[in-house]
T-cell receptor
């Protein structure tokens, strides 16, 4: 199946710094990518939809200025957590749809962010 | 809008016993349905999906699920579980048009003990 890769898998940063997480589709082109956030022992909550060449669409309640999303190419989307605080600590997972129906989503391995 | 309900937050079961993880969904349009498995600190792996056709869907690792439109359910089953099946299982739904977002249930933790 299609492969989606995230980097880094783990990141620890100090409060107030910014962290960038990359999401790459390795063997297919993705005009759309989705960014999810998962708190411990909870489900995945969609944060935003990343669109190649245009602005991301954010879900209600997600701060656009804190979670900057850039979809610069058909294989790369980035999520930047700006001025991170401990409450931003979470597991962030990206995904990209593929297939003729756009039905199946392939997920990255996830990125664990810990803000001290 | 779609929604997914997984009533069981945790399901304990003994090794080699059968298991069923329940999933009910709500939608005003036709949908695609998915089951994903997540191991600790990892992303999601697709177990199986229903797009159309036969309502009984077989997936990886011996799992299967049955789409029941009248009951709006998509329960996941396995006739004999292994210790290695211990994980979090998510049911998900999306509209069957274009690249619509996937909506997840709250997850069911399957705990298999010897």
């Amino acid at each position: 199946g299609a492969v989606v890769s995230q980097h880094p898998s783990w990141v620890i940063c100090k409060s107030g710094t910014s962290v960038k997480i990359e999401c790459r589709s390795l063997d297919f082109q993705a005009t759309t990518m989705f960014w999810y956030r998962q708190f411990p022992k909870q489900s995945l909550m969609l944060m935003a939809t990343s669109n190649e060449g245009s602005k991301a669409t954010y879900e209600q309640g997600v701060e656009k200025d804190k979670f900057l999303i850039n979809h610069a190419s058909l294989t790369l989307s980035t999520l930047t957590v700006t001025s991170a605080h401990p409450e931003d600590s979470s597991f962030y997972i990206c995904s990209a749809p593929t297939g003729s129906f756009g039905g199946e989503l392939f997920f990255g391995e996830g990125s664990r962010l810990t803000v001290l | 809008a779609q929604s997914v309900t997984q009533l069981d937050s945790q399901v304990p079961v003994f090794e080699e016993a059968p298991v069923e993880l329940r999933c009910n969904y709500s939608s005003s349009v036709s949908v695609y349905l998915f089951w994903y498995v997540q191991y600790p600190n990892q992303g999601l792996q697709l177990l199986l999906k229903y797009l159309s056709g036969s309502t009984l869907v077989k997936g990886i690792n011996g799992f299967e699920a049955e789409f029941n439109k009248s009951q709006t359910s998509f329960h996941l089953r396995k006739p004999s579980v292994h210790i290695s099946d211990t994980a979090e299982y998510f049911c998900a739904v999306k509209e069957n048009t274009g690249f619509q977002k996937l909506v997840f249930g709250t997850g069911t933790r399957l705990l298999v003990s010897p």
